[in-house]
């Protein structure tokens, strides 16, 4: 039977034996969402894992199967009981809840929800204001804010006040709304790309060092040179122009940066982002930019910051990887042939292809053969 239909199997069955069987490997495998599998994962800890109230937990069990609730009541659920402080996230919490809910026997998703909102009402929490930006989708980005409600009363005034009424309103309260960002003779100015140029180093140039200010080249005529001299000689690019180069190495990957007037102050993190122009982790579509510097060898573990130790990752997967290869949860990031690569808790590789023009793809589109270990 192949992984899809085993899937299939799984999920057609009664929503307690789902849970009861569930096998994060199986569903990995099949790609499903790895939030989705991350939400089962949490049911099947707290319906079978260990705990210190296991006959509450049989309760449960129990409760859970006498209403007949589906794996998505029993997740919405567990979402309420997160929204508790951590001190009253308790078995016995989950066992009361149930029992209310099959006693009230809700015929629809929505009852069934709007029961468990009433049963645990969670305190709100006082929030001054928060901004948010999606990440892009294609040419199409977003924001989500929340604040005071009088502030955002007063902004929408603002740009109705900008808009006519009988043309449609959304795309004139855009176009108002960054009318005011941007202002005269001020506001959010427009943001300017630093354009890089990467550099193919040919398969006869072997890399002697990444030590020092410079990298030197070894030559397949049995010569030297450092990465400048390359640069100046091979592309007949004398001082004085103001463009920013990388040299990048088929198996290593972005090697050094050069900006021929001087050198660029945040080299490092350059290089790193030209190997990903986005979080390297699969599915992530976090800028490059707006992205930490994460030592593939933990800092921690001896690992260095150099070139080829580092790639770049947004602030939740650089704190969620695995740095201990032991430890198996959210899969870890490695460099394989200058690539940056996600390997799963159960070994399966995967790239992060969202963004098509990371130098390695674009340079190099065919990955040489794995050498020997």
Known sequence: MS??????????TDAMEFVASFDRALFADACVNPARINEWARLNEAYFGACAAPRQQERCVRL???????????????????KLPKAQRTMRARME?????????????????????????????????????????????G???????????????????????????????????????????????????????????????????LEGDDVELGLSDGTTMTGAEYLATGLGLAGGADVELALV????????????????NDEQRLLASLRNLVCAWPGCKRAADFSQVHHVRAWSRGGETNIDNLVMLCPFHNAVN????????????????????????????????????????????????????
């Open 249 to 264: 190495h088929p198996t290593v990957g972005p090697v050094k940066s050069y900006r021929l007037s001087r050198f660029a």
């Open 64 to 82: 859970a199967r006498e209403g007949g609730f589906s794996v998505d009541q029993l997740l919405a659920v567990e979402r309420r009981l997160a």
């Open 97 to 141: 809840l149930l029992e209310k809910l099959v006693a009230a026997a809700p015929r629809s998703y929505d009852a069934f929800s709007q029961l468990v909102t009433e049963f645990v009402p969670v305190e709100e929490k006082e929030c001054a204001g928060d901004l948010r930006f999606s990440r892009p989708n294609g040419r199409f980005g």
């Open 322 to 373: 695995d740095d201990d290869a032991q430890r198996r949860k959210w899969g870890r990031i490695e460099l394989v042939d200058g690539r940056a690569m996600w390997i799963s808790p159960y070994g399966r590789r995967d790239v992060n292809t969202f963004h098509p023009y990371g130098v390695m793809e674009r340079l190099f589109p065919d990955p040489p053969p794995a050498g020997p270990d």
């Open 143 to 209: 924001m989500h804010a929340s604040g005071p409600r009088r502030d955002f009363a007063d902004l929408e005034a603002k740009l109705r006040s900008m808009t006519n009424p009988e043309l449609p309103e959304g795309p004139q309260m855009y176009e108002a709304l960054f009318t005011l960002l941007r202002g005269e003779g001020g506001g959010v100015p427009t943001a300017a790309p630093r354009p890089v140029v990467a550099v193919p180093l040919p398969d006869g140039v072997r890399i002697e060092s």
């Open 3 to 12: 992984t899809a239909a085993t899937v299939a199997q799984a999920m057609s």
